[in-house]
């Protein structure tokens, strides 16, 4: 979605923007094909294969500065980045990029065996593997319900804890092989352990925790008419990311339907359209598109 990512952040030639989840590139290169010698981007992921990759490509560039790090982080790195810490766009693409899909070894993929890693940050925290090693069943059940959607994440649970007695689960295509050999894919052509990967790669790497930190920095950053654009993929991040723009361009219910609210009460935020989504086309050429939702928000008054 680079074409509507660009136009909801109505770049100015001489602005200064954000891509929080730098990915495979597509945005920063949009970007920066948009901004004069004066603008500047701030290019940010937590995947170090993904810094790697835009220091190869951007690295000689001097409008472009890049940081390893989370988006949670965004108002500490664009203060460190930009003086006054204040911008006028920021992109968050959410989710598991493409790169990381199709690397086996990162341990991601449904269909290509590899470690049972999962971490956005392979050098942080705990690989999927040594979670699921002591992991409580109830516990683990919880996390598929809640982050997975799924409704068998009891069966799936238990299911895992029994195998874990007899064997470790330490590759993608072990895990695969067990949450198919107990459930049914819930739609034609889907994985039956599609929901399960999703949720144990959010809950290694607190995307939902991540993402509303996120959202409250990254509007924390922007200067007045700055906009907000966050793509998501599936409904807990939507959902979290409709809710928070619609919070943020609202008045305090406290002040509804008085004549005079105070300025500490008043919306922050400007929902500027509707939610867009992938033409069909789109969705032809990068079938991984269809799920996309892109939402952009306006800020008010550089609050």
């Known amino acids: 979605m680079c074409k509507e990512v660009l136009q909801a952040l109505a770049l100015n030639p001489g602005g200064r923007y954000v891509d929080g989840t730098y990915g495979r590139g597509g ?4 970007i920066v094909a948009g901004l004069g010698s004066e603008g500047r981007l701030l290019v940010v992921d937590r995947d170090p294969a993904a810094i790697e ?41 959410l989710g598991v990029s493409s790169p990381q899909l ?60 029994t195998r874990r007695h007899e064997q470790p689960l330490t590759r993608t295509g072990q895990l695969a092989e067990l949450v198919a050999s107990v459930v049914r894919a819930d739609k034609p052509g889907r994985h039956p352990a599609t929901r399960t990967f999703q949720a144990i790669r959010m809950f ?41 723009m619609r919070r943020h361009s609202e008045p305090d219910p406290v002040y509804r339907g008085l004549p005079r609210i105070p300025p500490e009460a008043r919306p922050t935020l400007r929902r500027v359209s509707k939610a867009v989504r992938p033409s069909a086309a789109e969705v032809a050429a990068n079938p991984r598109s269809r799920s996309a939702t892109l939402r952009t928000a306006e800020c008010l008054n550089g609050a």
Do not use: Y
């Not at 949670?72 to 766009?89: H, N």
């Open 27 to 30: 945005h920063s290169a949009g």
């Open 53 to 93: 990759a835009a220091s190869r490509r951007f690295g000689a560039d001097p409008r472009v500065v890049i940081r390893p790090g989370s988006f949670a982080d965004l108002e500490a790195l664009v203060a460190e980045v930009f003086a006054g810490g204040k911008v006028d766009g920021v992109l968050l693409d």
């Open 102 to 161: 199709d690397d086996a070894e990162r341990g991601f993929s449904l269909t290509r065996d590899g470690p049972l890693d999962m971490r956005f940050d392979p050098s942080r925290g705990m690989s999927a593997a040594e979670w699921l090693l002591t992991v409580d069943e109830k516990d683990l059940a919880d996390v598929l319900r809640q982050l997975g959607e799924e409704r068998q994440a009891k069966r799936i649970a238990r299911a895992v804890v």
């Open 204 to 244: 290694i790497n607190d995307e939902l925790g991540a993402l509303e930190r996120g959202l409250g920095a990254a509007a924390a950053c922007l200067a007045p008419k700055g906009r907000l654009c966050v793509i998501s993929f599936h409904s807990l991040e939507d959902r979290m990311v409709k809710r928070f």
